[in-house]
């Protein structure tokens, strides 16, 4: 684990994994997790630090996918408290932006206040990216529950917001690698829809941006003790269908590490950060429920960024 902080890495020209995976993608016109194969072990590195100073480790355009979580000035927590939201989001919206490779993707969660407006959530963010950054809003995903607490003043809250950011056009997205089957009798309504390629039909649909996934109860099987754990099943649509096996997925909001988690199954090497020195144990927890399950929870744990980036390169040059 990596307790101090090291100057920002600036050279571009080791981590053009990403690029060269573009371009056998653009060969062959569709974007699909087939034509990559995953690594023989994945790294996992967990760092606990600031986020800010974290960021500052990552080369530039090394990062395929960012999957964040972030505290949302609620105050729910000490962690969740900033005298201006705003200004601290951008040092980091900033580095998100500068790490993610041109086919790159960055998914942030998100929180709205109501009534007594803090000084910043998601919306003060979408603002900001919209205005201030070059980051193109792609989606954004209403995550639907079914479970929640009650309300008599207003109407009881079902749903939260994940926005989906690309750093271009040129963004990674395996649509494939997430599409939901038919039933039997709207697949046969669907294969006689003229508008509808019958190839594309038998794949499966597209989940859309609503997606209805229960928040995780407290006696779920899934929890580790992280207050605001996300479940697996949203994290690994997001994995599957804005990265690639083999690629870079990095959370600095890590929580329990549900992203590394997802990451180890699903072949990803995963960066991540938090600046509480519980997410060890939260993640630890993580891999004896994936043990348990008798999932693979074979990974090579890295120090820092530096022995990350370094142990990639070989991985990729390995693969070659
Ligand atoms: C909403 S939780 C993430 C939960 C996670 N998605 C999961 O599934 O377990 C946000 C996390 O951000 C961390 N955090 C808050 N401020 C931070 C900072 N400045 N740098 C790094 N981590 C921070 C908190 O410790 C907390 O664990």
């Not at 902080?5 to 053009?16: E, G, L, T």
């Not at 499966?204 to 003790?225: A, D, F, M, Y």
């Not at 697996?232 to 600095?252: H, N, Q, T, W």
């Not at 549900?258 to 699903?266: D, F, I, W």
Request: net charge neutral.
């Amino acid at each position: 684990m990596n307790y101090g902080v090291k100057m920002a890495i600036h050279n571009k020209s080791h981590y053009n994994h990403a690029l060269m995976a573009l371009n056998k993608m653009r060969k062959l016109k569709q974007g699909t997790n087939d034509l990559f194969r995953s690594p023989d072990r994945v790294l996992i590195c967990l760092n606990i630090m600031d986020c800010c100073d974290f960021m500052k480790t990552i080369p530039d355009e090394s990062v395929q996918l960012i999957c964040i979580d972030p505290p949302y000035n609620l105050e729910l927590a000490g962690w969740d408290i900033y005298d201006n939201y705003i200004e601290w989001a951008a040092k980091w919206l900033d580095e998100a932006y500068r790490v993610l490779s041109k086919n790159g993707n960055c998914v942030i969660f998100g929180g709205i206040q109501f009534r007594d407006v803090k000084s910043g959530d998601l919306i003060d963010i979408i603002h900001h990216v919209r205005n201030k950054t070059k980051f193109k809003l792609i989606n954004t995903i209403i995550w639907r529950y079914k479970n929640g607490m009650s309300a008599h003043r207003y109407f009881a809250n079902r749903h939260e917001e994940v926005i989906w950011l690309a750093k271009s056009n040129d963004y990674y997205f395996d649509l494939d690698a997430v599409r939901e089957p038919y039933s039997e009798k709207d697949l046969e309504a669907a294969l006689k829809d003229k508008r509808l390629n019958p190839e594309n039909t038998m794949k499966g649909k597209n989940p859309t941006n609503v997606w209805e996934i229960n928040r995780l109860n407290g006696n779920s099987k899934e929890r580790v003790g992280h207050p605001t754990q996300k479940p697996i099943e949203i994290i690994d649509r997001f994995v599957k269908a804005l990265s690639y096996p083999g690629s870079v997925v990095l959370d600095f909001f890590a929580g329990s590490g549900t992203v590394g988690r997802v990451c180890l199954a699903e072949g990803r090497h995963c960066l991540m950060c938090d600046s509480d020195k519980a997410s060890i144990v939260y993640f630890n927890k993580h891999i004896e429920l994936m043990r348990e399950l008798g999932q693979t929870v074979e990974y090579e744990p890295v120090q820092d960024t530096e022995d990350f980036f370094n142990k990639y390169k070989k991985v990729c040059s390995d693969e070659r």
